[in-house]
């Protein structure tokens, strides 16, 4: 063993201890690593421990050596000693620096492909589903769980969120550095507040994989009801939506699809943050020239009010604002739950007395379920107590349905309910595309932006199970309203007797 020696100078407390430092983090690494392998490998906190925590260690450790070096080189040069050289040199005749040369290499090679994989390997880490939305779990649960039931559920949280390209991965790792702060502290507000300032662009995200020059034609959707009587009575709409979209050039540039910026510009300015009150449209025609400024006759802004905002162009954000976290009312997931079966239709009242019970506010998930059961079984024991017994089995597994519903929509801990997130798309209980189609934007030349409810959808079909119209003709059926509310809905929003709860 004589002959394996270092140089003198690496033999004091500060490169020894780098050293032993660097041999340490890269033990525990390897450790965690092995732990990792054998646990299937997707726990978020290994990967944040050994990616993001353990190399600045490992980097440390390795750095302290030559300083321990350089510091004993200067104090033994202080203290006189004559056979010291006027500066540090390397001479592979002595066995001592032979070796701790090709210790540094070995060393050198092993540090340069294990950061090249971390790097590559921290890259990955935190663009995945689990960094996003279990690490902080607590906080994103209502996001993660809402975009795992949507249609996105496969697509990454980052591809929405980040995009390609280093610019703004740094931007959201810069903010994300915030987050994790925020959340260390228990700093940040509940609920998180939507939307999102900077979300990039959509043609950076979403036209990523949806071809914006897609022509659509019309799409036909069926919308399922059940109303708060003691039936729950069956009310259906089948609508052809006009999405409509194209490309300038082949023509079609029709439908709901034509404010996706194909042949125009629709920029717009909002009074409030969520963007639900705007009182200012314009629209530039790319091709012609024209442009037209709409402004709501109720509450139109100043000119001083115009020209301090930055007006925001629309984008497929605007309308699909929750693409992939629909925090869905008590009114729709109750209808759902019917619909397929997992709550009896049969049972008296049940749509009515759900709703009721999903719909308070708790304090915790915990004690909501349990008062979720209480109020749905104490309602069927006190109004029906001869078929109690009998209706035992639909009764249990209505509350089953109404307690899994109730964890996938409203979280209270995170103080996330339906009218806090609400969506655009639509204008049934939330004002959706009735925040410019209301018929209340007017131009200067008296256009109006439609309320026609024509001009948007035809229906197709309504009604009830045993009284059902049919459409005879492409324009659709007037529409009729299942509670009589005489011509209401004709200057009455929807969303304005409609909240996601009894109207
Ligand atoms: C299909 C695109 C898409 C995917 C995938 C996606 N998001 Fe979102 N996310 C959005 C949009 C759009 C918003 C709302 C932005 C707005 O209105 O400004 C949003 C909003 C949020 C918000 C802000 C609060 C809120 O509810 O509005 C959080 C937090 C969030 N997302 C987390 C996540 C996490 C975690 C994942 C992965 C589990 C994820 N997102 C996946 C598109 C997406
Ligand atoms: C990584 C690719 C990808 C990105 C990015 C993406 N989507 Fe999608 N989107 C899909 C796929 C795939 C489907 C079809 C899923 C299915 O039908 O099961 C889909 C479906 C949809 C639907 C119809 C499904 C529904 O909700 O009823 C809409 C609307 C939609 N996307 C809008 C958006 C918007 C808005 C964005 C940007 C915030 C976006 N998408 C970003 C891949 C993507
Ligand atoms: C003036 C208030 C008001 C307006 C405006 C209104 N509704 Fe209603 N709506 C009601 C009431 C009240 C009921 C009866 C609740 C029940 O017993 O189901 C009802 C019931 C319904 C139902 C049966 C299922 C349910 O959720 O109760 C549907 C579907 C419906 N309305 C659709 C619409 C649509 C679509 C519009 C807009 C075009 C609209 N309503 C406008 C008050 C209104
Ligand atoms: C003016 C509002 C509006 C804008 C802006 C808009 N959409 Fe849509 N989009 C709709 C409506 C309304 C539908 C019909 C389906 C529905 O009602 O959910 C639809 C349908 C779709 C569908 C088909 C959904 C399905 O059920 O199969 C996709 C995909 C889609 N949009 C993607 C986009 C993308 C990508 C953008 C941005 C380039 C965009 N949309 C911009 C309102 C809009
Ligand atoms: C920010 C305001 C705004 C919102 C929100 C909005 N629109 Fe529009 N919409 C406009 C403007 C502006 C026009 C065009 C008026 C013009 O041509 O001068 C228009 C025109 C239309 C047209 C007629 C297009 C044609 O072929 O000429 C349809 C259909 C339409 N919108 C549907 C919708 C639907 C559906 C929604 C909700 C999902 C919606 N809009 C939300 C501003 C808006
Ligand atoms: C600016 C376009 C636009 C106008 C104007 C419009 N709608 Fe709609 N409406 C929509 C869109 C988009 C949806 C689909 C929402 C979705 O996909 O969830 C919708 C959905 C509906 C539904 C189904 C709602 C549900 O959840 O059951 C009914 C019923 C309806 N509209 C009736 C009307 C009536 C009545 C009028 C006229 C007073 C009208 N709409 C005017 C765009 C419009």
């Known amino acids: 063993m004589k002959s394996f020696r270092f140089p003198s100078l690496i033999y004091n407390k500060v490169s020894v201890a780098g050293g032993f430092l660097a041999l340490f983090t890269v033990l525990t690494m390897f450790f965690f690593l092995f732990v990792q392998a054998g646990s299937g490998g997707t726990n978020p ?36 000693e004559e056979r010291r050289p006027k500066w540090p040199y390397i001479d592979f005749n002595k066995p001592t620096h032979r070796n701790a040369f090709i210790l540094f290499l070995a060393g050198g090679i092993v540090y340069a492909c294990l950061s090249t994989v971390g790097a590559y390997k921290t890259f990955h880490h935190t663009e ?13 649960k209502p996001e993660r769980v809402a975009y795992s039931n949507s249609a996105h559920a496969r697509v990454p949280c980052t591809a929405c969120h980040v995009g390609e390209g280093a610019n703004w991965y740094a931007r959201s790792k810069l903010s994300g550095a915030y987050q994790v702060y925020a959340t260390a502290l228990n700093k940040y507000p509940r609920p998180i507040p939507t939307p999102i300032k900077n979300l990039r662009p959509a043609q950076e995200t979403c036209e990523q994989c949806h071809w914006p020059d897609k022509f659509f034609g019309a799409q036909q959707r069926q919308f ?25 050039k082949t023509g079609q540039t029709s439908g709901i699809h034509w404010h996706m910026n194909i042949g125009v510009e629709v920029e717009y300015i909002a009074r409030d943050a969520k963007r639900q009150d705007i009182p200012w449209v314009r629209v530039s025609d790319r091709r012609t020239g024209r442009v037209t400024v709409y402004q709501d006759e109720e509450s139109p802004l100043t ?10 162009v629309m984008d497929c954000m605007d309308c699909h604002n929750r693409p992939s976290h629909q925090f869905r009312s008590p009114d729709f997931f109750v209808d759902r739950a019917i619909l397929t079966g997992q709550i009896s239709q049969e049972l008296p009242s049940i749509k009515r007395i759900t709703v009721e019970a999903v719909a308070r506010e708790y304090e915790t998930e915990e004690i909501a379920l349990r008062a979720i059961a209480r109020t749905i079984v104490d309602y069927y024991k006190q109004n029906y107590p001869d078929q109690f ?36 798309i639509g204008h049934f209980i939330y004002p959706g595309c009735m925040r410019c189609h209301e018929g209340k934007h007017i131009s200067e030349d008296g256009w109006v932006l439609t309320r026609d409810c024509k001009s948007c959808h035809s229906i197709l079909a309504q009604g009830s199970d045993d009284n059902i119209q049919l459409a005879s003709t492409p324009e659709g059926l007037e529409f009729a309203h299942p509670e009589d509310i005489g011509e209401e809905w004709r200057e009455t929003g929807c969303y304005e007797c409609h909240t996601g709860v009894q109207p």
């Not at 000119?303 to 925001?312: D, M, N, S, V």
């Open 45 to 80: 906190y290994l990967g944040i421990l050994v990616y993001m925590i353990l190399p600045p260690f490992l980097f440390a450790g390795i750095v302290l050596v030559p300083i321990g070096m350089l510091r004993q080189w200067k104090l033994a040069k202080e203290l006189g």
């Open 128 to 140: 995945s589903v689990a960094f996003c939305g279990e690490t902080c779990h607590e906080v994103m």
């Open 224 to 248: 399922h009801h059940y109303m708060y009587d003691e039936d729950n009575s069956h009310w259906r709409t089948n609508l052809l939506i006009k999405t409509g979209g194209g490309d300038p």
């Open 303 to 312: 000119k001083e009010e115009i020209a301090a905002a930055t007006p925001r």
């Open 389 to 424: 017994s009998g209706w035992r089995v639909d009764i249990d597994q209505a509350i089953v349905a109404a307690q899994y519903q109730y964890t996938q929509n409203i979280f209270p801990e995170m103080k996330v309910r339906w009218g806090d997130y609400v969506d655009n």
